[in-house]
């Protein structure tokens, strides 16, 4: 799990809006974008390249 505070300065590189955990992926997931981001050795990877695309069909409450 992310720091709290660390969670509320980090936003999504594309779009910057804000972005959301989630404890079933672990990962950090932008609803606008629909994309997540991963957390490797807790350090959130915020590139593009790295982000798994969100399929619609996947919720992302």
Same mark, same amino acid.
């Given at each position: 799990?992310?720091?709290?505070?660390?969670?509320? @300065?980090? +936003?999504?590189? @594309?779009?910057?809006?804000?972005?959301?955990?989630?404890?079933?992926?672990?990962?950090? $997931?932008?609803? $606008?974008?629909?994309?997540?981001?991963?957390?490797?050795?807790?350090?959130? +990877?915020?590139?593009?390249?790295? /982000?798994?695309?969100?399929?619609?069909?996947?919720?992302? /409450?």
């Amino acid at each position: 799990m992310l720091d709290k505070n660390l969670l509320e @300065i980090l +936003v999504c590189p @594309i779009c910057k809006c804000k972005l959301n955990y989630s404890k079933t992926t672990g990962e950090l $997931i932008c609803k $606008i974008d629909r994309l997540g981001f991963p957390i490797k050795n807790d350090i959130p +990877v915020m590139l593009e390249s790295e /982000a798994r695309e969100i399929p619609m069909d996947e919720d992302i /409450a």
